[in-house]
């Protein structure tokens, strides 16, 4: 099974959006055809309608089913009150197999930073399931823990702590994240967390630049590609496997 990661798009008309970099992304993902592409936030850049048209337009290109949720972007401008009509609820669960997907809502309006708060903490305990054989991936925008390059403004959730704690006790194996256009891969007791950079914004970070990560679930392992596109090309910057705990 193939999951693809994308987070930060930023879509706009209004000039920070890297139009031709999207339509490029988009058409590498579709080629590797995955079963499901979650998309972890900062769909927009401020928030407004004619973003939200045109991000719902741009995400359209995507053959693959979509999970989305909202990034603190999106939120921005009243953006909230737009988001539901445009992608849905706030949190939402796939499964897809044997691979169970929470996506949550992390963000507070007008807010950089963010939390899940005592009802996603909630959500998120009811969700997740200790099941033999089921993954269980969790979704969310801003991070759970700090994220090398990602500069001085605020990375973590307030309530990380509490978060991460339910995590390790509910057997989440992977943790998908966004927010600070930077990927990084790396294991927490028995959780991988994962966050992916921009993939189409201008802003991107240092040498970063645009990429998605690619998910490949296999029956007790899991390996993860951060791809980017570089100078008009894909390069796979690294790749990383990790048993998976029974």
Known sequence: MKIVHVSDTHITPYGRFREKCFNEMVKKI???????VIHSGDITEDGLLDEYELAREKLKQIEAELVIIPGNHDVRNV????YPDFFGKKHTVKKIKNVKIVALDTTVPDIEGGRLGRTGQDYLRKSVENLPGLINVVAIHHHLIPVPDAGRSRNLIDDAGDVLKLVSENYVDLV???HRHVPYITRLENTIMLNAGTLSSVKTRGYHGHSFNLINFYDKSVEIEVIKLLEGKFT??????YKLTD
Do not use: A, F, R
């Open 30 to 36: 579709n080629e590797i055809e995955p079963d499901l």
């Open 79 to 82: 953006g909230y009150k737009l």
């Open 176 to 178: 998908l994240m966004g």
């Open 236 to 241: 796979v910057e690294c790749v990383k496997k």
